[in-house]
Structure formats: structure tokens, C-alpha cells
């Protein structure tokens, strides 16, 4: 296993549109394996394939306290959304330290395949329907610091190239 480097706002490789996974073989495991290590490692509870910059329909993610019950989602769908909203705070790994109120739908029903191919659907709600719809986002590009104010966006964004720029200095 290895552990991944997490690209970071406003990488514009964070807005790629990801592609469906179409083989699942050992590459496909091997990157399931250094991604959920990435996850844990950061600590996060969620990680998009696009943000270690590998541009496909997969996440990993653990809402656990005890971080073990990794769950794998590829080519995820949602099915149905809740016309209910709920506003949470929320963070990224590539946005590190900047958490801010996202509003989305409280409950939604999702269909993806597991690390073998196999389907599955899961009814969700709480933070597993935040998470799921976060690290969806992803797969499309999309980064939750898109659902702020420009002018929040804006500042973030200069944040986050100021601290690049320094940990490039050392």
C-alpha cells in the first residue's frame, strides 16, 4: 500500500470530470487499498479518486468512529433526493482546514458497484448522505467551496495558493 498525494484547491486537475471504471482487476484494488490508506492517514472520512488525481468513478469513504468499516463506491448514481434540505458543515481533504455550511438533500438513495463489480443500494441519510453527495461532487468536478458566496470562494482560494506557496519554501 502507499499512500497518495491529495491534490489541493484550486488545482484546476480537481475539476476533471471523472470516467465509469470498466475493469475491475488488481490495479483497480491496489488503488482501493492506497486510497482508504490516504483516507485514514489524513485523517478523512471520504476520498474521490479525482483528488489523488486518478480520474475515475470511484470513492472511498469511513463515517465510523472506529475507522473500520471502509466503504467503496464505483460508478456511483443517485437514485432519488429528498426535496428536504439540510445545511451541514463541511471539509475536505483538498481544501484542508476550511469548513463551511453546505446545504443539500437530506436524504437520498444511491446505487454504485462494489471493488468486485457487483451492485448495490444504500438508503441514506445524516452524514452518510453528506459524505456520499461530497465525494460525488468530486466525480464531477465540482469542489464544495462552489456552493460559497464568490466572495467566500475568493478568499479561500487565496488561502489555500498562500500555503502552497509556502510549504514549497520549506
Not at 41 to 62: E, T
Not at 64 to 71: F, G, I, K, M
Not at 103 to 119: C, N, S, T, V, Y
Request: glycine share 6%; with cysteine; net charge negative.
Amino acid at each position: 500500500m502507499a499512500l497518495l498525494p491529495i491534490l489541493r484547491y484550486p488545482d484546476p486537475r480537481l475539476h476533471k470530470v471523472a470516467k465509469p471504471v470498466t475493469e475491475f482487476d488488481a490495479r483497480l484494488k491496489q488503488l482501493i487499498a492506497d486510497m482508504a490508506e490516504t483516507m485514514y492517514d489524513a485523517p478523512g472520512i471520504g476520498l474521490a479518486a479525482s483528488q489523488v488525481d486518478v480520474h475515475q468513478q470511484l470513492l472511498v469513504m469511513d463515517i465510523s468512529e472506529t475507522n473500520d468499516e471502509l466503504r467503496v463506491f464505483i460508478n456511483p448514481e443517485i437514485l432519488w433526493a429528498s426535496e428536504e434540505k439540510k445545511l451541514y458543515d463541511e471539509g475536505c481533504l483538498s481544501v484542508p482546514g476550511v469548513y463551511d455550511g453546505v446545504e443539500r438533500p437530506a436524504r437520498i438513495k444511491a446505487r454504485a458497484l462494489d471493488a468486485d463489480g457487483k451492485p448495490f443500494e444504500v438508503e441514506a441519510d445524516g452524514l452518510l448522505a453528506v459524505c456520499l453527495q461530497h465525494e460525488m461532487d468530486h466525480l464531477k468536478g465540482k469542489v464544495f467551496v462552489e456552493y460559497l458566496s464568490p466572495l467566500k470562494r475568493n478568499r479561500i482560494k487565496k488561502k489555500m495558493i498562500k500555503e502552497e506557496r509556502e510549504l514549497k519554501r520549506g
